[in-house]
């Protein structure tokens, strides 16, 4: 069965980087999308990045917008989200997702276990 495991989480300072990466195992040749949601502590899933695995189009929630940046690599089977100028509110439990294009986490069959990342102020 497909498998998704992220990478890259971990602890940064306000303004800062961070670059999560998600390999899927188990095949992607039915993939027609891949996405990014996170959830922070008491609040719900939400939607930050999406990209369509075959020619790489992009959505980004607007709160994002700018700062962060998905690709994939084909050939590697993997989902990249490079994070910039971080904030203090962008922490959260970050998890990638296969699935339909869409915004809606119901779309997405597949998920990882989540990686962490904290923005310290």
């Known amino acids: 069965q497909v498998q998704l495991v992220e990478s890259g989480g971990g602890l940064v300072q306000a303004g800062g980087s961070l670059r999560l990466s998600c390999t899927v195992s188990?095949?992607?040749?039915?993939?027609?999308?891949m996405a990014w949601f996170r959830q922070a502590p008491g609040k719900e899933r939400e939607f930050v990045a999406r990209?369509?695995?075959?020619?790489?189009?992009?959505d980004y929630a607007n709160s994002v917008k700018g700062r962060f940046t998905i690709s994939r690599d084909n050939a590697k089977n993997t989902v990249s989200l490079q994070m910039n100028s971080l904030k203090p509110e962008d922490t959260a439990i970050y998890y990638c997702?296969?699935?339909?294009?869409?915004?809606?986490?119901?779309?997405?069959?597949?998920w990882g276990q989540g990686t962490q990342v904290t923005v310290s102020s």
């Open positions: 990209i369509t695995w075959s020619a790489g189009m992009t």
């Open positions: 188990g095949g992607t040749f039915s993939t027609v999308a």
């Open positions: 997702a296969k699935g339909r294009y869409s915004r809606s986490s119901t779309d997405y069959e597949n």
